[in-house]
Structure formats: C-alpha cells, structure tokens
C-alpha cells in the first residue's frame, strides 16, 4: 500500500528560534499518526513542512521513497484539513468537494457522481446543494474532510480539525473520524494539543516539544512508559512524588523505592502518579507507600480532588473516589495513606 | 426612535435637531457645487449663469455637434479603458504580493506604489514632462496610458488591499493542497472572493484616468487632447456652457454607473 512517509533531520529556524529542531518520524502506510504538544512546540509547522507550505532549512522528507520537499503543495497529492475549515464560500457544498476534481481534470459527470458518494461517506449527501454559510460548524466539519479525501489522496493531514466544536460534538466526531480512518486506510497525520483526542484516535503518537521528538510509539505505552516527565506530565492526569537517588539507591520520603524496571539515572527521579492505579488500602505484594495529610478535599461528583501534604512538605493534587477505593469519605486535616504497587510504579526523569 | 418618548432617556427626534442640521449642511456643501452645473447647462445665454434666465438645449447641441469636443472626449475613453485594465491588474498583483510577504523591502515597496498618491500632482505633472520630453512620447496616447496608470495604481492597491485583510488565507492554503498551482488557486479562489474590491480598484482607475487634468495640461495636447483638458481651456480662455453641458452629462453617467454597481453588490450581499 502507498502512503509512507519519512521524515529526517528536518530542521527550520526562525531567527534564533527552532521551530523544528533535527525531527525525524516514519509513518507506515495506513497509519494513523498524531502530532501532540503544547502551543508553540513545532507540531503545526511539521505539517505545514509535509504539505509544503513551510521550507525546512534543511532535512528530508519522502513519501514512498521519493524526495517531497523539493514538490510545490499542488503536486504532494495529499488531502489537507484546516482547523477554520477553509470552505470556499463562493461555491456550494457540491462544489468544494467537486473542486480538487475539477483541478485533475476529471469528467463533469464523473466529478459529480464522486463528490455525491464522498458527501454519503461523511453522511453529508442530502446538504449537496445548500450553500456553505447555511452549514452548522459540525457539517463545515464533514464536508471540509469530502474535500480532502474525495480525490483518494495518499496522505490525509489534519491541523486541528475538531477544536471548534464544541465537546459533545468533537468526542462524536472523533469516533467517527477514527472509523473513516479504519473504512478507508488512507495514512492520516492529525495534528492536536488535547491528549485526549489524541490517546482516542491515533495508531501511533508523536510528542512533541521545544521542536523535537519527545516519544513517538502507540497511546498505551505512551501513558504507561512516558520516557520522561513531560510526557507523563501531557497525557492523561498525574501528579509526581520526588524519589532521591544515592549511589544507586532509590528512596521515597525515606523508604526504599520497590520498581520493576531498574533505574539508571543518577540524581533524582519521580515516581509517577496516576489515580486510577493507586490503592488506598494496603494491596497484596509489594507496594510503596504515602502518608499524606489532607489539606482540602474538593467534591466533584464522581469523585474528590484531594489536595495532600506530603511528608517532605510539598503538595500533590490526586483524584479518589472513597466509594470504589472502599474508603470514609476524606475530609481536611484526615490522615491519609496511598499505595502504588510494584508494577504500577513508573519512574521518569525531568525537570520539576 | 419616536416622536414621544418612552422612558426618561429616550432620544426624541426634538433632541436629534442639531443632528440633523448638521448633516443637512454638511450635505449642501458636498453635493450642491457638483449639480450646480445641472441648471446652469440647460441656459440659453452665452455665459454660464445661475439661475438661468432662459431654458435650451443649445449647449448639448453644441457639444455633441463638435467635432473637436468628440474627439476629445474619444482620447479620454482611449486612454481611461486601458488604464482600467492595466493599473487594475498590476495594482491586484502588488497587493496580492505585499499581502503575503513582510519586511522591510516589502515596506518600502508600498510607499513606492503610494508615492503617485501623496506627491503634488504638479510636481508629478513636472516629472512626466521631463521624462516624456526625453523619451520623446510627450502628446502621445500611450504617454497618457502610462502616466495615468501611474497615478491609478495607489488606488486599485488600497481598494484590493483592503479586500484581502478580510480573506481567508487557509482558503488559498487549502486551494494550493487541493491540487490548484499558484496561479489557479488565485484565479478559483481568491479573486472570486475578492472581485467586490478589484471592481471599485476598477472604477477607481477609470475615474482618475478620465478625471485627470494636470498631468494632461502637460502631456497631452493637439489632436490627443483629452476632455478634461479641452475643458480647461475652454473655461480659462471663454467660459461657454457647453463645459456645463459635459460636466451634467458626466455627473449623469456616474449617477447611473453607481446606482448599477450598488444593485450589483446589494444582489451579491
């Protein structure tokens, strides 16, 4: 199948500042990848370096082997997304997804037949004829991506695609994006700041930050082997416990550190905190445990935020929820202990 | 707005008088010096005269009787249709272009375009004579072209700049990515999107090709006299009414273009 794409050392500069800094990436044919980071941290001026909008100073960028940089965007041949939709309101809805067609010259019926059944595909068939400006942002949506897949692209890129809609409607669309995705096996690059949306749709996630590539491997080991801080930090909740390293010797507030993967830094490290796998009675098998003192408990429906004093004297947001963690309901000033078994005790190294 | 008012802080139209003076002054003073020539064309008399004493056709005959009157207003449309059609796309490529670039070149080169607009027309007038007496092309038709397509250029660049600031430039991106090279992607998707501004750039060129009188006071003369030209003289050395006629002729047609092009827009909108 068509649609690989790798991407090496690609590099571009903004006076001093480095938007991208040495990133390289392979997708595999029919992927679906995700570029996640923070605002500012080079995921969009990836893609436009994909789509040919943006020049890297320096890099390579091929698809099925063959060199892209060197290709003006009309020849890429790849659907783009844009995150303002990018409907030309000067045609109806027929007509934008018509449009790339009619560029390739395609026969006047034959456009019509093919932009008709990509319409059906994003369930858009019976708007064909309705201007752009009496579209819900939902329906821009829909035909927005007709327009990009009707022409069979090798490679679709989104930039944002669902961040104008609102939540109920972006969960929605997400699901239906990710079986399109399935549908068609056309490789998809997807660009986002919300983990969320990314941990739901991607085959494989690319964290990115300050211009290069932090960790790039599936939703799964991405939130449960973050390579570092950051990456724990930016997908999914968590909160971190400051673990002191001495001459190979891990401590936590004193005790030793129990930990299924060995540890080969050699300062400090952070044990990671995820709510949903901490106890708060004492589990079988080894464990490392917390005393903490409970500063405020905020209610929040379906569980509390505790805001925990720990030992040391720092502080650490953690959700609970006292109904399935079989305990009383906490309130301020209570003592309180957690544990993280062996296994789930995930070590990463970073900044605080 | 009512008459009485419905709540203690209501404005009346008794409150707007002011208002409403003002606006009628300040219409007097626009509108009045530009159909004053209306009543005045319709005179008998040999003089331009308000009001006046005698009601004729005599000057609309006299003017569309003349054969130099004619042909002056021919040289006009002769050099006002081209100058349309050049100052609007070269004015349309420059504002596309500074549009998209930043820096300082980019800057520079638009108070380049806008100098025509902010220098003395006299100086310019000047300028074109020096450089035409040269080039040997001072009375020529395509002289005129160029130095009107010089001085219509500020305004087509401001008319279609203004137009881009409100247009999507993800719409060009998308265009570009949907498989249209540069120059497609323009020609589908923006300038549909931006014909409004590139129309009244248009209007604009015509209108200060076919009004233009200094720059013609020195460059063209003899059989490629332009109308306003052949105006001007015809005031300083006589002072007849068939200026009066042409100039009601003129505000008739502008009347009538604007009204269209309202209609226009107003089905677009």
Redo the contacts between chains.
Sequence with gaps: MDGQVAIREVQKNYGSFKALDGVSLDIEPGEFVTLLGPSGSGKTTLLNVL???TRPDSGSVKMDGVEFLTL???K?????V?Q?Y?L???MSVLKNVG??LK??KVAKGEIDRRARAALDVVKMGHLADRDIGALSGGQRQRVALA??MV?EPKIL?MDEPLSALDKNLREHMQIELKRLHDQLGTTTVYVTHDQREALTMSDRIAVINNGTLVQYDTPSRLYDHPVNRFVAEFIGESGFLPVEVREGRLTLFGEPVVSRDPWRGDTRAWMLVRPEKLAWREPEGPANRVDATVCEAIYQGDSFLLDLVLPDGGTIDVRCNPHTANIAIPSSGDKISFWISRDNTVLVEGEA | MLNTPVTETQITHANRLWLYAVVTLVTIFLVVPCILVVPMSFSASEYLEFPPSELSLRWYRAFLGSPEWLGALWTSIKVAVPVTFIATALGTAAAWGLHRRFGLLFTLSRSLYMLPMLVPLILIAVGVFFVYARLGINGTIGGLIAAHTMLALPFVLIAVGNGLTSF?M??H??????????F??FF??TL??IRISVLSGAVFAFVTSFDEVVVALYISSGKNETLTRRMFSNIRDQVDPTVAAISSLLVSVVIIGMVLFLLLRKEEA
Aim: aromatic share 12%.
């Design positions: 789509a040919g909008f003006p965007p009309h890429r041949d790849l659907g783009m844009f303002s990018a030309f309101p000067h449009y790339p560029l390739r327009r990009a022409f890129l | 999507d993800n719409q991106q998308v265009s570009r990515s949907l498989g249209a090279s540069e497609v992607a589908t998707v549909p999107q």
